[in-house]
């Protein structure tokens, strides 16, 4: 009879040592909750994302108060603008009285201690649905759209926001937003760079919750969001944003890319976030509709091996949901 030279799983054997030995664990502090809200009264389900609803301010605030009793840190806000607030310049973006402002002041002045995190990308505000100001062929043109970018940035900064989120992928916007925060006696304003983000199709069931894929057609974003192939260029992406002035940054999607998280924890140390995305969500919600997977233990994990490969923390539209499971235990 052959004895084995380790028994690897005599550690794995009862309870106690499994979780003494466990590497990464995930807590309610990883979670991070976006969240769309909309002009119109009440609540409106989103069809290829079961479980989420676009909200009102009312109701916002109402899902902000389960969020803070289940002590998730921050919810990060998604307008879904109305169709005749659309236009070629985005100028919507940088409104005071904007749906994106009001809600952030609502959520301010009731709750100043759930972190607030908005979206700086202009694709809810125009016409077309691209992140960005488009020539006469269609292309998003870098420095005039960093230019409304940084309005939208500061906007947001005066009207409460903890975190600004650039997720449009422009050249040069996150040195041109800090520099005008800092203008503006903004000091404190964190910006999380959505560093390196991909065009990906994982973004289809949030392109139906704001309201843009209609905009958007056949277009697509590959212009200035990432290819699906690259990862040292996503290092490029990070290293940029850093130096530009980012407090942190974002891998987006999040499961087909935690190759890029591992990456970015290793080579910058840097507080890094990874985004599970709509179409993600929207896999995980179909299969455990057809009774196919353990939605709780499947989200559970996938949110786990976030951590475990690098990332701080998670943007999930499971964040309510898996704060309760982890409370539960
Ligand atoms: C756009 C933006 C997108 C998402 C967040 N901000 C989609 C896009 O690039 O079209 C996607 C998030 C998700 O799919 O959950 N600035």
Known sequence: MTRPDTRMRRMRRDDFSRRLMRESTLTVDDLIYPVFVHEARGRAAVPSMPGVERLSIDELLRVAETASELRIPAIALFPVTAPDAKSLDAAAAWDDEGLCQRAVRALKSRFPGLGVITDVALDPYTSHGQ???????????????????????LSHARAGADVVAPSDMMDGRVRAIREALEADGHVHTRILAYAAKYASAFYGPFRDAVGSAGALGKADKSTYQ????????????IAQDLDEGADMVMVKPGMPYLDIVRRAKDEFGVPVFAYQVSGEYAMLKAAAANGWLDERRCVLEALLGFKRAGADGVLTYFALDAARWLREG
Do not use: H, K, S
């Open 131 to 153: 992140d960005g100001i488009t020539d006469d062929v269609g292309y998003v043109v870098n420095d005039i759209t960093v230019e409304a970018l940084v309005r939208q940035a």
């Open 226 to 237: 990432m290819d699906p192939g690259n990862a040292d260029e996503a290092m490029r992406e």
